[in-house]
């Protein structure tokens, strides 16, 4: 993928009274309970571009989604929360709209003051959004003179915010975050640093196919836990007990670890339980599970083990947790490994995080940000990135 245009790359004065509209990611976790955000990382990472746009006295507009709302208004996705979160951080208000489409709201803006920050309601209240309806992409292209995609977690998507209001801009360029990330990856892809290691976990191998493909060739090491590791066990023969597997991709796992067997690294015990739950009874199971019982976690040798591989320096790439983490006494797994990846950052390795699973596991095991290189804000994206796919709004940037 060619180099992409940045904001920077534009003078400062290049913005000073246009409209310029900012596709960001700000699908974050909200705590409905007490109306507050759970994690407001994807907000923060998108502030340099914020600041940067307000400083050059441009007038901006933040498009969004948040969750799946599948084309209807639902109060509990409103963005109104996160504009309140974002005046909090920026220090200065931000107008929020939720009428935006057929209404004069473009004119509106010409009388705004030159550093003014609106957000508008969530995009995916209307269908016509992830249809890229042509009509619904002019409307929102008529709000902005410049387009700024700063939403590389959204990019793998032809939606009309991220794609099809494009083509009625001069301009369209990509924000500082979307820059790092493409930065970032293209790097892991092309020339990473050796060793490679690789780290996998999460429930499904599925959605990664392409990106391990294309990974297993490059990496000195794959490590693989949470459901992940189950289907490699099960392929080998290993009683896996009741835990999650995916029967579809046996024959697939089967013929990568006979090619790879050098390379992948899997758990040898793990923490295991009858049930699924927080107060579940569980215990340590060697590398065959008992029937009745089902792996959460990776065992404690097995924790060991891939301490002594996550080392550094290097070049080292983690996606999914080790286990159901969100539980406390199946979280051992995924704090060792997020805080053996922060050691070995300090020890000189560049670290990607990939996933909103690993990200919130960073946070539980409190490593700081400034202890991994990079904190992907990419999921799907980020995967289909890696697996060899063109992502829409990264290809339609100048």
């Given at each position: 993928?060619?180099?992409?245009?940045?904001?920077?790359?534009?003078?400062?004065?290049?913005?000073?009274g246009?409209?310029?509209?900012?596709?960001v990611?700000?699908?974050?976790?909200?705590?409905?309970e007490?109306?507050?955000?759970?994690?407001?990382?994807?907000?923060?990472?998108?502030?340099?571009?914020?600041?940067?746009l307000?400083?050059?006295?441009?007038?901006?507009?933040?498009?969004?989604?948040?969750?799946?709302?599948?084309?209807k208004?639902?109060?509990?996705?409103?963005?109104?929360?996160?504009?309140?979160?974002?005046?909090?951080l920026?220090?200065k208000?931000v107008?929020?709209?939720?009428?935006?489409?057929?209404?004069?709201?473009s004119?509106?803006l010409?009388?705004?003051?030159?550093?003014?920050?609106i957000?508008?309601?969530?995009?995916?209240?209307?269908?016509?959004?992830?249809?890229?309806?042509?009509?619904?992409s002019?409307?929102?292209?008529?709000?902005?003179?410049v387009?700024?995609?700063?939403?590389?977690?959204?990019?793998?998507?032809?939606?009309?915010?991220?794609?099809?209001?494009?083509?009625?801009?001069?301009?369209?360029?990509?924000?500082?975050l979307?820059?790092?990330?493409?930065?970032?990856?293209s790097?892991?892809?092309?020339?990473p640093e050796?060793?490679?290691?690789?780290?996998?976990?999460?429930s499904?191998?599925?959605?990664?196919?392409?990106?391990?493909?294309?990974?297993?060739?490059?990496?000195?090491?794959?490590?693989?836990?949470?459901?992940?590791?189950?289907?490699?066990?099960?392929?080998?023969?290993v009683?896996i007990?009741?835990?999650?597997?995916?029967?579809?991709?046996?024959d697939?796992?089967?013929?990568?670890?006979n090619k790879y067997?050098?390379k992948?690294?899997?758990?040898?015990?793990?923490?295991?339980?009858?049930?699924?739950?927080?107060s579940?009874?569980?215990?340590?199971?060697?590398?065959?599970?008992p029937?009745?019982?089902?792996?959460?976690?990776?065992?404690?040798?097995?924790?060991?083990?891939?301490?002594?591989?996550?080392?550094?320096?290097?070049?080292?790439?983690?996606?999914?947790?080790?286990?159901?983490?969100e539980?406390?006494?199946?979280?051992?797994?995924t704090i060792?490994?997020a805080?053996a990846v922060?050691?070995a950052?300090?020890?000189?390795a560049?670290?990607?995080?990939?996933g909103?699973?690993?990200?919130?596991?960073?946070?539980?095991?409190?490593?700081?940000?400034?202890?991994?290189?990079?904190?992907?804000t990419?999921?799907?994206?980020?995967l289909?990135?890696?697996?060899?796919?063109?992502?829409?709004?990264?290809?339609?940037?100048?």
């Amino acid at each position: 993928m060619n180099k992409k245009k940045v904001i920077s790359d534009f003078p400062k004065s290049f913005y000073k009274g246009k409209k310029v509209f900012v596709r960001v990611d700000f699908n974050v976790p909200i705590n409905l309970e007490n109306d507050s955000i759970r994690e407001d990382y994807r907000i923060r990472r998108a502030l340099p571009t914020i600041d940067f746009l307000i400083d050059a006295g441009a007038k901006v507009i933040l498009g969004s989604h948040l969750g799946r709302p599948k084309g209807k208004i639902v109060k509990d996705l409103s963005l109104n929360i996160v504009a309140k979160r974002l005046s909090e951080l920026i220090d200065k208000k931000v107008v929020f709209v939720e009428d935006f489409i057929g209404s004069e709201l473009s004119k509106k803006l010409d009388d705004l003051s030159d550093g003014s920050v609106i957000m508008l309601e969530n995009l995916r209240f209307h269908k016509e959004e992830t249809e890229n309806d042509s009509g619904f992409s002019s409307e929102l292209a008529k709000l902005g003179d410049v387009y700024v995609n700063e939403a590389f977690g959204t990019s793998h998507r032809a939606h009309c915010s991220t794609y099809g209001m494009t083509k009625d801009f001069v301009d369209k360029i990509s924000g500082f975050l979307v820059d790092k990330e493409l930065s970032f990856v293209s790097k892991m892809m092309r020339t990473p640093e050796h060793p490679f290691l690789v780290i996998i976990g999460g429930s499904k191998i599925k959605d990664k196919i392409s990106a391990l493909g294309n990974l297993l060739e490059s990496a000195d090491k794959i490590l693989v836990g949470g459901g992940a590791a189950y289907t490699f066990l099960k392929a080998n023969g290993v009683n896996i007990g009741d835990s999650i597997y995916e029967e579809e991709m046996i024959d697939w796992v089967k013929d990568v670890f006979n090619k790879y067997k050098e390379k992948i690294i899997l758990p040898i015990d793990h923490i295991v339980s009858k049930d699924f739950n927080k107060s579940s009874q569980c215990s340590i199971s060697d590398i065959s599970i008992p029937s009745g019982h089902m792996a959460l976690d990776i065992g404690p040798k097995t924790i060991e083990l891939f301490n002594s591989i996550i080392k550094g320096p290097g070049y080292i790439f983690w996606n999914g947790p080790m286990g159901v983490f969100e539980f406390e006494q199946y979280s051992s797994g995924t704090i060792h490994v997020a805080r053996a990846v922060a050691l070995a950052t300090w020890r000189g390795a560049t670290s990607v995080v990939g996933g909103g699973e690993t990200i919130a596991a960073i946070r539980k095991a409190e490593v700081l940000e400034s202890e991994i290189s990079h904190m992907s804000t990419g999921g799907g994206a980020l995967l289909e990135y890696l697996g060899g796919s063109s992502l829409p709004g990264i290809e339609i940037l100048d």
